[in-house]
């Protein structure tokens, strides 16, 4: 009896692992596809940045026109 009872808690830890193990890796998958969202947010954020800053270089500050822009007056 205690030998089939030894083999049972040794089965049953042998599932516990297995169990253990499976969370950790659907957990290592998660934190995976976290980081792969935080790569593409910050991406776009980087990307809507630069395109921002286009524009503004591109667009007269209050007062001026394209054409009388101050770098046109610089000597």
Same mark, same amino acid.
């Given at each position: +009896?205690?030998?089939? +009872?030894?083999? +049972? ?6 599932? &516990?692992?297995? *169990?253990? *193990?499976? @969370? @950790?890796?659907? *957990? &290592?998958?998660?934190? %995976?596809?976290? #980081?792969?969202?935080?790569?593409? %947010? %910050? ?5 809507? %940045?630069? @395109? /921002? ?5 591109? #667009? ?8 009388? /822009? ?6």
């Amino acid at each position: +009896l205690s030998k089939g +009872l030894y083999s +049972l808690r040794r089965r049953q830890a042998a599932a &516990a692992a297995a *169990a253990a *193990a499976t @969370a @950790a890796t659907a *957990a &290592a998958a998660e934190t %995976t596809a976290a #980081t792969a969202a935080a790569v593409e %947010t %910050t991406a776009a954020a980087a990307a809507a %940045t630069a @395109a /921002a800053e286009a524009v503004e270089e591109e #667009t007269p500050g209050e007062g001026q026109t394209a054409r009388t /822009a101050p770098e046109d007056y610089q000597r």
